[in-house]
């Protein structure tokens, strides 16, 4: 028997995204970065790119179909609105996108999240992102 999926919504992401679903999109899609076999190099390649802008990220990606989110955040919604809410957060810059560099017949969308301008941007508001300060050491100034 599997266990019950969860969907949080954090206060902060809500104000940052300046709504509850996208703050649960966001959220999930932090929740996948952590399970990412390489978080450590991604967290170390985030700290780098704050650094050096120019850097390409290669480390923290991960795949999702829009109909696995779906389900993930629990919204109750269709994969298109996913879509949509994916795409807010990719302009805003909180999460990158992308096709399978290796495989260019897969259609399945790669995220990253972006630890750095999501703090930066909860700071500028006087918030912070709760865990991940003292938990990835991501400079937020």
Do not use: C
């Not at 805003?92 to 992308?98: L, P, S």
């Amino acid at each position: 028997m599997r266990g019950f999926k969860r969907s949080v919504i954090k206060e902060e992401l809500v104000r940052l995204t300046g709504d509850y679903k996208s703050a649960i999109v966001l959220n999930q899609i932090i929740y996948w970065s952590e399970y990412n076999r390489d978080f450590d190099k991604f967290i170390t390649a985030e700290k780098k790119w704050n650094e050096d802008s120019d850097m390409e990220l290669t480390q923290g990606w991960f795949f999702k179909t829009a109909k696995e989110l779906a389900e993930d955040t629990l919204i109750n919604t269709d994969p298109s609105s996913i879509r949509r809410y994916v795409k807010k957060l990719v302009d805003a810059g909180w999460v990158e996108e992308r096709n399978n560099p290796k495989m260019k017949w897969d259609h399945t969308k790669q995220y990253r999240v972006n630890l750095v301008k999501i703090q930066k941007d909860l700071t500028q508001m006087g918030l912070y992102l709760e865990g991940y300060n003292n938990k990835t050491d991501i400079p937020i100034q």
